[in-house]
T-cell receptor, first 114, second 112 residues
Framework: AQSVAQPEDQVNVAEGNPLTVKCTYSVSGNPYLFWYVQYPNRGLQFLLKYITGDNLVKGSYGFEAEFNKSQTSFHLKKPSALVSDSALYFCAVRVLGGSYIPTFGRGTSLIVHP | KAGVTQTPRYLIKTRGQQVTLSCSPISGHRSVSWYQQTPGQGLQFLFEYFSETQRNKGNFPGRFSGRQFSNSRSEMNVSTLELGDSALYLC???????????FGPGTRLTVL
């Protein structure tokens, strides 16, 4: 069975500092990996995805993520955090072919302090 | 393009009742998925429809069902509501298999 782990329920960072939100996964086959962000009382918004190619993926709002196959990780990063980045972040994995069910992590609350 | 829309946005029901939630995907998107979001369980996959066929189903009881119409609009139904069904129900659409999903704002269901 596939799974996604976001080991930190909450990440606190000061505005202007770099941020990292961690994600590890377990799948059989080649993963498609996604990051989504959820602002209060709203649905999830797509940030970025990894399907194949370069391990460093750039996405919306200055976010990027690095796919590490050996460590089965897909950590979300941003060089300089903004207060407006404060939200709930979800990592997700999909494996195409066969029985496919998307699996989401439990979410990490990012709090950026002014 | 208009985004994914879900109706109603808020719903209050009592135990034992049934409820139907509606989702209109982005124009041209053929895949529609439903999720249940709760603080304790996170985001749980309910089912996915593609061209009116249920392609995958998550680990939920048979009280949860859905369907997709020829215009890709989708409905999900929950019968015999239980207190534990209180949650935010999210609908997401995508143009093809493997693509990122576009989520609606959700329907907040409260079961009393």
């Amino acid at each position: 069975a596939q799974s996604v782990a976001q080991p930190e329920d909450q990440v606190n960072v000061a505005e202007g500092n770099p941020l990292t939100v961690k994600c590890t996964y377990s799948v059989s086959g080649n993963p498609y990996l996604f990051w989504y962000v959820q602002y209060p009382n709203r649905g999830l918004q797509f940030l970025l995805k990894y399907i194949t190619g370069d391990n460093l993926v750039k996405g919306s709002y200055g976010f990027e993520a690095e796919f590490n196959k050996s460590q089965t990780s897909f950590h979300l990063k941003k060089p300089s955090a903004l207060v407006s980045d404060s939200a709930l972040y979800f990592c997700a994995v999909r494996v195409l072919g066969g029985s496919y069910i998307p699996t989401f992590g439990r979410g990490t609350s990012l709090i950026v302090h002014p | 393009k208009a985004g994914v829309t879900q109706t109603p946005r808020y719903l209050i029901k009592t135990r034992g009742q049934q409820v139907t939630l509606s989702c209109s995907p982005i124009s041209g998107h053929r895949s529609v998925s439903w999720y249940q979001q709760t603080p304790g369980q996170g985001l749980q996959f309910l089912f996915e429809y593609f061209s009116e066929t249920q392609r995958n189903k998550g680990n939920f009881p048979g009280r949860f069902s859905g369907r997709q119409f020829s215009n890709s609009r989708s409905e999900m139904n929950v019968s015999t509501l239980e207190l534990g069904d209180s949650a935010l129900y999210l609908c997401a659409s995508s143009p093809t298999d493997g693509d990122e999903q576009f989520f609606g704002p959700g329907t907040r269901l409260t079961v009393l």
